[in-house]
T-cell receptor
Framework: DTGVSQNPRHKITKRGQNVTFRCDPI?????LYWYRQTLGQGPEFLTY????????KSRLLSDRFSAERPKGSFSTLEIQRTEQGDSAMYLC??????FGEGGKPQHFGDGTRLSIL | TQLLEQSPQFLSIQEGENLTVYCNSS?????LQWYRQEPGEGPVLLVT?????EVKKLKRLTFQFGDARKDSSLHITAAQPGDTGLYLC???????????FGAGTTVTVRA
């Protein structure tokens, strides 16, 4: 069991640049989630995939954010024209569940910490 | 907006003492999960509770889900320095997939 893997672990970039993060879920998991966590807060939901289909997006996910999960395996989260407020820990989680099944345990990666200069 | 409120926000105790962390909501959850997170790392799943009134034990940790499935508690007996961390509760509503997290309780166990 290799767990959820996220790369890079840290990203420092200048305001206005584009960044892309990658998440490799646990191999048998068909669901993949992205969350964002700022200092002193719990993670907040961004988006969710069931296999390759993106089924829900939070209002936190502005049009500068895009997420993909081609072939239902790994996922990427891209932020265009980064802003100071994008500085946060971006967490990926995965789980297994059939369509319509809620409440399945989610397993998290160690996140990508984004710092905007 | 966080639907789950955790208390206390911070807790500092001496090794060997007991502690309880609370997680409360006005909403009913179909399941509730507890996680522990260390600085610079992702949350690690401790337990999932799904039935009202359910009690689960994990070594020195005892988790309880309220009868109405609106609240939960985590009790640690004889705390050790290794229990230090941020404890997060997170719930899902019926037929929902995403987790709604509380803001967390930072626990420090002094040797």
């Amino acid at each position: 069991d290799t767990g959820v893997s996220q790369n890079p672990r840290h990203k420092i970039t200048k305001r206005g640049q584009n960044v892309t993060f990658r998440c490799d879920p646990i191999s048998e998991h068909n669901r993949l989630y992205w969350y964002r966590q700022t200092l002193g807060q719990g993670p907040e939901f961004l988006t969710y995939f069931q296999n390759e289909a993106q089924l829900e997006k939070s209002r936190l996910l502005s049009d500068r954010f895009s997420a993909e999960r081609p072939k239902g395996s790994f996922s990427t989260l891209e932020i265009q024209r980064t802003e100071q407020g994008d500085s946060a820990m971006y967490l990926c989680a995965s789980s297994f569940g059939f369509f319509g099944e809620g409440g399945k345990p989610q397993h998290f990666g160690d996140g990508t910490r984004l710092s905007i200069l | 907006t966080q639907l789950l409120e955790q208390s206390p926000q911070f807790l500092s105790i001496q090794e060997g003492e007991n502690l309880t962390v609370y997680c409360n909501s006005s909403s009913v959850f179909s399941s509730l999960q507890w996680y522990r997170q260390e600085p610079g790392e992702g949350p690690v799943l401790l337990v999932t509770v799904v039935t009202g009134g359910e009690v689960k034990k994990l070594k020195r940790l005892t988790f309880q889900f309220g009868d109405a499935r609106k609240d939960s508690s985590l009790h640690i007996t004889a705390a050790q320095p290794g229990d230090t961390g941020l404890y997060l509760c997170a719930g899902t509503s019926s037929n929902d997939y995403k987790l709604s997290f509380g803001a967390g309780t930072t626990v420090t166990v002094r040797a």
